[in-house]
């Protein structure tokens, strides 16, 4: 069990880039328990942990793609659907462009500045309140 801000909730960062994992972590704030990861180090942390509040994770990426980890992590628990938030610099594949379409969740276009990313983040935990996530 992790401990928990009052308010803030726990987010999976998810990325390929390190550098953008820990400016995503810094814009986030300390009021949210943070943990980042590739997207093949996703798969492992959710297999053993899905009490995330907000699954944030880069569409497409070199390793494990967004939308890889969103099928597997849904398939293994349905309620992680709602909880993913997309970042994108466009979806530029068809693949991409039909999941999207598909499963209609929250995107953050990049370039987004820390206000949008807050806000989207705020805007899910009010849809989805914290703790709905966690497991007994």
């Known amino acids: 069990p992790s401990s928990r801000p009052p308010d803030g909730g726990r987010v999976l960062v998810v990325d390929d880039e390190a550098g953008i994992r820990d400016a995503l972590a810094r814009l986030i704030g300390r009021e949210r328990v943070v943990t980042c990861v590739s997207g093949r180090e996703a798969l492992a942390v959710l297999e053993g942990d899905d009490s995330f509040d907000v699954i944030l994770s880069d569409l497409l990426m070199a390793d494990v793609s967004g939308m890889e980890l969103y099928r597997v992590a849904c398939a293994r628990r349905p309620a992680l659907a709602?909880?993913?938030?997309?970042?994108?610099?466009?979806?530029?594949?068809?693949?991409?462009?039909?999941?999207?379409?598909?499963?209609?969740?929250?995107?953050?276009?990049?370039?987004?500045?820390?206000?949008?990313?807050?806000?989207?983040?705020s805007e899910l935990q009010a849809r989805v309140p914290l703790g709905s996530g966690h497991t007994a």
């Open 82 to 121: 709602e909880r993913f938030v997309f970042m994108t610099g466009g979806a530029a594949t068809t693949e991409a462009r039909a999941f999207l379409e598909e499963v209609a969740p929250r995107v953050l276009e990049k370039p987004f500045d820390a206000q949008e990313l807050r806000a989207a983040l």
